[in-house]
C-alpha cells in the first residue's frame, strides 16, 4: 500500500470516530501531554487503534490522539510523537501531519521541549518559534513528491504564521506571559549537545535546539496548513550551567509550567 493509500486509511479511520473534524491541531511535545486531557466531550484514540500509526516509545510521550473541544472550537492534540532519533525515517515522523492534513486540519501548533540556547532566556519560559534551521541532515519531502500532498519545491519564507505568532503573543499578553520570539534549530539527537556545539549554534542564530517539531513543520506546509510552533524552554542548554543535562529535567520543568501552557494554547485556539 503507498504511503499516501496508509495516511488516507488513518485519516478515515480518525473520521469515522469523531461528530465533527477540528480544524485545529495540536502536537504535544515532551511532558506537555496534559492538555489532551483539558480537552471537553473528549474522544480518546491510542495510537495502536489507528491503522499504520507509528508508535513512540519515549517516556513523557502517552501516544494517543483526542479530539475535543476547548474555547468554543473542535481540536485534536497528539499526546505523543515519534522521531527520528528513535531510528524512524521522515515519513514516519510526519506520518501524524500528514494525516491531520488529509483529515481537514488547517492551523496546526506543534509544541516541544527544548534547550535554551540563548542566555536571556529563563528555564521554564515558553518561546514562539519565529523560524527555524534544520540541522538534521535530512527533509521529511525527500524522495518521490506525491502532488496530492503538496508541490515539490514549497516555499519556505514563511513557515510559522506571522498571523498566528501575533494571535500568540496577545493570547499571552491575556495571561500576563512573558512570550520571547526566537529561532529553533532541530539536530537529529538523542544525546544533547556538546558546549562547544551549543557556541556553534549561537554563532549561527540559534535561540533554542531540539530534536523534533521541523520535519512536521515543513510536511505541514507542503500540505499549505498554517503553523504556529511553541518551545518551553525546559533546560538551559549545554555549557551555559556548570551542570549536566538530562531528561528528567526537561520532564520536570514541562510539568511545572503546564498550567500557563494549556492557558496559553487556550487563548490562541480561542483567537484563531
Ligand atoms: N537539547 C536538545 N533537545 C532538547 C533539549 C536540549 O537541551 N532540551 C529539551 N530537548
Given at each position: 500500500?503507498?504511503?499516501?493509500?496508509?495516511?488516507?486509511?488513518?485519516?478515515?479511520?480518525?473520521?469515522?470516530?469523531?461528530?465533527?473534524?477540528?480544524?485545529?491541531?495540536?502536537?504535544?511535545?515532551?511532558?506537555?501531554?496534559?492538555?489532551?486531557?483539558?480537552?471537553?466531550?473528549?474522544?480518546?484514540?491510542?495510537?495502536?487503534?489507528?491503522?499504520?500509526?507509528?508508535?513512540?516509545?519515549?517516556?513523557?510521550?502517552?501516544?494517543?490522539?483526542?479530539?475535543?473541544?476547548?474555547?468554543?472550537?473542535?481540536?485534536?492534540?497528539?499526546?505523543?510523537?515519534?522521531?527520528?532519533?528513535?531510528?524512524?525515517?521522515?515519513?514516519?515522523?510526519?506520518?501524524?501531519?500528514?494525516?491531520?492534513?488529509?483529515?481537514?486540519?488547517?492551523?496546526?501548533?506543534?509544541?516541544?521541549?527544548?534547550?535554551?540556547?540563548?542566555?536571556?532566556?529563563?528555564?521554564?519560559?515558553?518561546?514562539?518559534?519565529?523560524?527555524?534551521?534544520?540541522?538534521?541532515?535530512?527533509?521529511?519531502?525527500?524522495?518521490?513528491?506525491?502532488e496530492r500532498f503538496g508541490e515539490r519545491f514549497p516555499d519556505m519564507t514563511e513557515v510559522y504564521s506571522a498571523r498566528l505568532r501575533a494571535i500568540a503573543d496577545r493570547a499571552g499578553k491575556g495571561i500576563d506571559l512573558l512570550l520571547p520570539h526566537g529561532i529553533y534549530v532541530a539536530l537529529v539527537g538523542p544525546s544533547y549537545e556538546t558546549p562547544a556545539e551549543i557556541r556553534y549554534l549561537r554563532a549561527i542564530g540559534a535561540d533554542a535546539v531540539g530534536m523534533s517539531t521541523v520535519p512536521e513543520a515543513i510536511a505541514a506546509r507542503h500540505m499549505k496548513m498554517e503553523v504556529l510552533g511553541l518551545s518551553c524552554i525546559t533546560n538551559m542548554a549545554a555549557g551555559v550551567l556548570p551542570r549536566p543535562l538530562d531528561h528528567a529535567e526537561v520532564m520536570e520543568t514541562a510539568r511545572r509550567i503546564r498550567g500557563q501552557f494549556i492557558a496559553l494554547l487556550e487563548g490562541v485556539i480561542g483567537q484563531i
Open positions: 500500500m503507498s504511503y499516501y493509500d496508509q495516511v488516507k486509511e488513518a485519516s478515515d479511520a480518525i473520521r469515522a470516530r469523531v461528530r465533527d473534524v477540528p480544524q485545529i491541531a495540536v502536537v504535544l511535545g515532551s511532558g506537555l501531554g496534559d492538555f489532551a486531557t483539558s480537552l471537553a466531550d473528549a474522544v480518546t484514540m491510542p495510537y495502536g487503534d489507528l491503522p499504520h500509526w507509528p508508535a513512540s516509545r519515549v517516556i513523557g510521550h502517552d501516544g494517543k490522539l483526542v479530539v475535543g473541544r476547548t474555547a468554543g472550537k473542535d481540536v485534536a492534540a497528539l499526546a505523543g510523537r515519534v522521531h527520528a532519533y528513535e531510528g524512524h525515517d521522515l515519513a514516519t515522523v510526519t506520518f501524524a501531519v500528514r494525516v491531520l492534513g488529509l483529515l481537514g486540519v488547517r492551523t496546526l501548533i506543534l509544541t516541544n521541549a527544548a534547550g535554551g540556547v540563548n542566555t536571556g532566556f529563563s528555564q521554564g519560559a515558553l518561546m514562539v518559534i519565529d523560524d527555524h534551521i534544520n540541522l538534521m541532515g535530512q527533509n521529511p519531502l525527500v524522495g518521490a513528491n506525491d
